[in-house]
């Protein structure tokens, strides 16, 4: 069973930093791209950043841009969101998200769409 | 950037209701677009994927139809515990961007 547990969130002000993770479990996770996808309270859902399954290919939303950087440790199984500078506008429950990728017998082709999700974890830019 | 216009924003209904939601796209995207239904304090879940394959264990009574820039998900059979909020997503290209969300509420 796939399984995705995110930790880190909490309370920080504005300019401040904080670290989210995702412990994977229940599938290959070096072979999946991984996203974080957030939604403000109240409001839609916003793709933040996705990173390939070796780690190599990283990609950030522009609102996210130079102030995030998303990471993975397979050895792990554990996908990070380091958040830095951090504004009022990024509150948000984080999601990370498991890409489903279509899978040849030599490779594994990510899709970008998002088949499992985690539970969320809530960050809070206030002062 | 694709932008999405999904609509309606608020749709009630009654159980037993067929319903759709429409999503259109600012460009042309083939059939990368996925559904995902999302319930009150929960994360979302994957309904459908490649605009009209339905995911394993998802109902029959849901469906996905369009292609290009118009697209639908319908409801055939509207289940109390459809009532819920539904986005649409398009991964045709970077930035991948979600609709803004349709409501089902209870009539």
């Known amino acids: 069973e796939v399984q995705l547990l995110e930790s880190g969130g909490g309370l920080v002000q504005p300019g401040g930093s904080l670290r989210l993770s995702c412990a994977a479990s229940g599938f290959t996770f070096s072979s999946y791209a991984m996203s974080w996808v957030r939604q403000a309270p109240g409001k839609g859902l916003e793709w933040v950043s996705a990173i390939s399954g070796s780690g190599g290919s990283t990609y950030y939303a522009d609102s996210v841009k130079g102030r995030f950087t998303i990471s993975r440790d397979n050895s792990k199984n554990t996908l990070y969101l380091q958040m830095n500078s951090l504004r009022a506008e990024d509150t948000a429950v984080y999601y990370c998200a498991k890409d489903p990728a279509y899978c040849s017998s030599t490779s594994c082709y990510p899709q970008y769409y998002f088949d499992y999700w985690g539970q969320g974890t809530l960050v809070t830019v206030s002062s | 950037v694709i932008w999405m216009t999904q609509s309606p924003s608020l749709l009630s209904a009654s159980t037993g209701d067929r319903v759709t939601i429409s999503c259109r796209m600012s460009?042309?995207?083939?059939?990368?677009l996925a559904w995902y239904q999302q319930k009150p304090g929960k994360a979302p879940e994957l309904l459908i994927y490649?605009?009209?394959t339905l995911q394993s264990g998802v109902p029959s009574r849901f469906s996905g139809s369009g292609s290009g820039t118009d697209f639908t998900l319908t409801i055939s059979c509207l289940q109390s515990e459809d009532f819920a909020t539904y986005y649409c997503?398009?991964?045709?290209?970077?930035?991948?961007?979600f609709g803004q969300g349709t409501k089902v509420e209870i009539k």
């Open positions: 460009q042309g995207i083939s059939s990368y």
């Open positions: 997503q398009q991964y045709y290209s970077f930035p991948w961007t």
């Open positions: 490649a605009a009209s």
